[in-house]
């Protein structure tokens, strides 16, 4: 297992995969049995591992005669991936999510192939991406914004209606093309892309579109959306990124000379009152000309854009990315869910979150305003009224008498109030609580 872990790096050593040299021979990678131990080893504890798909085949009865049954048919080309049952699962807007259950021999084969992939490509994406790879996540995403986007005026978020059924195969196709120079593994592909899924048992093809529920899904669509990234870092954020710093503000600047002046003929009352007026002025010049920041972020196939600068340059961005999106990519654009925000006044939405610009001139730490212009992160107020909604009743805290008997942990642990098998009353809570109120009478 350590072997594998060792070899795979897909064919070529890390300094190779981080200048982006072509990747040649790429196929009889798929011939080492190390390498699928390894996958099977990621995979095997899925929740999914156990649900078949259309042929009934699941982790259970797995062995190294299979392994090798597989690496037959791949080392003579006749592996076929076979089609996935299709089920749906309820959406939050209550719309249904379509879902494919793929065999287990395909999945194996998908988690060899990502492991492949992801040794590759991952030294090679963006900074900015932080969905589906090893080490990021939603936290890192977070973390990023609230550390780096302070001085942010203008939000502009980004939703691809129906991302993953979109993408185009050619597309896909052309994009593994121009780093992996191997035409036997770029088949391989194009059939698992190509395989359709079976709906009521009929068979129906997969014109677009990553395989939802597939292993190697997740590495394919970031592939495909790194292309997007590299727009943004190498067209946008030069275009719209200039000065080094804000120019002073002049009304700033007057304020303290009078404060310099009040200080010298020692009147302190006006030292005191100029003083509150200073802390209610920008230090800096929010509208200076010169002076531009776009920071960019994505998630899977959320993006988000942080501007420092004018609305009118803010909807000239949120353009360019639908363009691009459009010719380049074969992607659209959410009218409904691609926003402009004013980061002061209004909260931008990203994986989960409320994020405002916060502005507060009471906060004063070592003689400065601590919080103006960093970027505050909030549970939205919807979320916060349907978790309370499991505890109340007609607006109010709903008294739940049953529960009195159960331990702390218990009552914690359910949700709808209702006692489940693997929770049991607390008899000394009892007693204590009945010994309390005859006490009390």
Request: charge should be positive; proline fraction near 5%; charged fraction near 30%.
């Amino acid at each position: 297992m350590r072997n594998a872990e060792r070899r795979n790096g897909a064919g070529r050593p890390p300094g190779t995969r981080r200048r982006g040299l072509p990747l040649e021979r790429l196929y009889r990678q798929l011939f080492n049995p190390q390498l699928f131990l390894m996958a099977y080893g990621r995979i095997y504890a899925n929740k999914g591992a156990m649900t078949p798909g259309v042929t009934g085949e699941t982790v259970d009865g797995m062995s190294l005669e299979k392994i090798d049954a597989i690496i037959g048919r791949l080392r003579a080309e006749t592996y076929r991936w076979t089609p996935v049952r299709r089920t749906y699962i309820p959406k939050k807007n209550g719309k249904k999510l379509p879902l494919g259950l793929p065999t287990w021999s395909d999945k194996l084969v998908a988690e060899v192939v990502r492991l492949l992939l992801e040794a590759y490509y991952d030294v090679q994406f963006s900074r900015h991406s932080h969905g589906f790879r090893p080490g990021r996540g939603c936290h890192t995403a977070l973390n990023e914004v609230v550390e780096v986007w302070k001085g942010t005026h203008w939000f502009v978020e980004g939703d691809i209606s129906d991302c993953f059924g979109s993408l185009d195969h050619e597309v896909m196709l052309a994009l593994l093309g121009e780093k992996i120079h191997d035409g036997r593994f770029l088949r391989l592909i194009r059939q698992m892309l190509k395989a359709g899924y079976l709906e009521d048992w009929r068979w129906e093809a997969t014109l677009s579109g990553a395989p939802q529920g597939g292993v190697a899904s997740p590495i394919l669509s970031n592939i495909y959306l790194d292309r997007l990234d590299q727009f943004v870092e190498q067209h946008l954020l030069p275009n719209y990124n200039r000065g080094r710093l804000r120019r002073r503000s002049g009304e700033y600047w007057r304020v303290e000379a009078r404060i310099k002046r009040a200080s010298q003929r020692g009147d302190k009352a006006a030292v005191r009152a100029l003083r509150q007026q200073l802390r209610r002025l920008p230090s800096a010049d929010p509208d200076d000309p010169d002076y531009r920041r776009l920071r960019y972020i994505r998630y899977a196939d959320d993006w988000l854009l942080g501007f420092a600068g004018p609305k009118r340059e803010a909807l000239e961005i949120k353009e360019r990315m639908k363009e691009f999106l459009h010719d380049q990519l074969k992607l659209e654009l959410s009218e409904s869910k691609t926003l402009i925000t004013h980061a002061a006044s209004q909260a931008a939405r990203f994986l989960g979150y409320e994020l405002r610009t916060q502005l507060a001139d009471t906060k004063i730490t070592r003689g400065r305003r601590a919080v103006n212009g960093c970027i505050g992160l909030y549970v939205p107020r919807d979320v916060i009224r349907k978790r309370c909604a499991l505890y109340m009743k007609r607006g109010k805290p709903a008294f739940r008498g049953v529960l009195i008997r159960y331990q702390d942990f218990s009552i914690h642990r359910l949700q709808d109030g209702s006692p489940t098998q693997g929770d049991r009353p607390n008899a000394r809570r009892t007693t204590d609580v009945h010994a309390g109120h005859s006490q009390a009478q």
